[in-house]
């Protein structure tokens, strides 16, 4: 009797750790089997006593991988929902914040010279919500529909696989993504324009569960204040302030976080961070550093890049002498003619003549353009050799996603040694 009273205490014991949260799904292995026949302290009168099985427990088992394609249905606030997480380690624009069923997203610097932030919470679908939010917009992850309103946007969903959620689009103009043409082909995208037109009703139509878009700080180029007031799930996407190719390259991880796939973000990224950077390594100690300068004028002023934007870093990882690369700023600085013409008439290279595709539209566009000794010696590159019957350029689509192309393309022009089998991407050669 002592034995089977032992053995009793001990499942009520185990019951009732179970009734309290425990995860125990069985008995200890000291409990001992169901006797076969009756104790031989107990007299053969007494009634046999038949132990109750012990009860079936369900156990919560916390997921290994992000849920991509399903909900929470059996909510524990003790599990970690997200074990695939992202760090940043080029971006500066954004940070990420991991909890167990939310994570909380902050841009940080949305356009130049801006006096807000904007907070987003991103809930595992299936869960509740944190109870104090904040100013922060709250959206259910994984979303299952996206509308992309920058073309930057567009090789994030490529990359990652998930054009099937695109359901929506600024406009058809400039997109060269093959896979996305084929989608409007099909009629399966829609246009909802930008800026203060945006099409509010018909992005209500759409009932997208995020909208992707970005802010310039003046209402008459901005969507997000329109279509934030009908309610509509709006982000911005800040990449285009990150000063270096890296950092823009980063924001995948960004887009990656709204479906959950931030393993798969991890991996692109590490890929274009590696090829980059072993370039980089390959051109950064090379003897001799042609100098370069960049655009051209824009209604009679001279916009150089700054000495500290993304295109002054790619030309220094391209083994470049930028001869602006003493200056501070992070954007461009407006110059005139006189001024570029003084410091750049004898630079080696020149990049990027905004939209020129020959030296002869540069010499009717300026006569004194052709002064410039890069000019003189055909050294014009310009990043326009892949552009789309409407003028999409696909060096600002494909180009912000995968900077390792770029990259090649610069150092295949500036050094053709150190990379004699590269064809180049975007750019080309004017011809006269």
């Avoid at 009273?5 to 008995?27: E, H, K, N």
């Avoid at 909890?99 to 841009?107: A, E, G, L, S």
Wanted: aromatic fraction near 10%.
């Amino acid at each position: 009797m002592q034995r089977l009273s032992r053995w009793i205490t001990l499942l009520l014991l185990v019951t009732m750790l179970i009734a309290c949260g425990g995860q125990q799904t069985t008995a200890p292995t000291d409990v001992p089997q169901t006797p076969t026949s009756a104790p031989t302290a107990v007299p053969t009168a007494a009634p046999t006593v038949e132990p109750t099985a012990a009860p079936t427990v369900a156990v919560l088992e916390a997921p290994t991988t992000n849920l991509i394609d399903e909900c929470v249905t059996d909510y524990d606030p003790e599990i970690d929902y997200f074990p695939e997480k992202v760090t940043l380690s080029d971006s500066v624009g954004w940070t990420i914040e991991y909890f167990n069923n939310y994570k909380m997203i902050t841009v940080l610097n949305p356009w130049r010279n801006a006096d807000v932030q904007f907070r987003y919470v991103l809930v595992q679908c299936g869960t509740p919500p944190p109870a104090d939010t904040g100013d922060a917009l709250v959206i259910e992850v994984p979303v299952n529909s996206i509308v992309a309103m920058s073309t930057t946007q567009l090789p994030h969903l490529s990359e990652l696989g998930l054009l099937d959620k695109l359901v929506g689009v600024d406009s058809f103009q400039y997109i060269n993504n093959p896979d996305v043409r084929k989608k409007i082909e099909a009629g399966e995208l829609i246009e909802i324009g930008s800026g203060a037109q945006v099409n509010v009703e018909q992005a209500l139509d759409l009932k997208p569960d995020l909208i992707m878009t970005y802010g310039v700080g003046n209402p008459e180029y901005d969507a997000h204040p329109k279509l934030l007031e009908a309610n509509l799930k709006v982000v911005l996407n800040g990449e285009y302030m990150e000063t270096s190719p890296l950092g823009c390259a980063e924001w995948i991880k960004f887009t990656a976080a709204f479906f959950n796939r931030e393993a798969q973000a991890t991996e692109v990224y590490n890929t274009i961070s590696g090829r980059y950077k072993e370039m980089a390594e390959r051109a950064r100690n090379v003897a001799n550093r042609p100098t370069v300068f960049a655009n051209i004028p824009f209604q009679g002023t001279w916009f150089m890049p700054g000495g500290r934007s993304y295109v002054a870093q790619l030309l220094a990882d391209a083994g470049a002498d930028y001869l602006w690369a003493d200056d501070t700023s992070t954007g461009s600085q407006p110059l005139s003619f006189e001024e570029v013409f003084e410091r750049a008439r004898n630079a080696d290279f020149w990049l990027n003549p905004g939209s020129m595709k020959s030296l002869t539209e540069i010499r009717e566009a300026d006569e004194r353009f052709t002064e410039f000794a890069a000019f003189q010696n055909g050294n014009v590159f310009n990043n326009n050799k892949r552009l789309n019957e409407n003028g999409g350029n696909d060096y600002w689509e494909t180009g912000v996603t995968n900077p390792h192309l770029v990259l090649a393309d610069l150092i295949k022009i500036l050094h053709p040694e150190l990379l004699p089998d590269h064809e180049l991407y975007f750019y080309q050669k004017l011809a006269p």
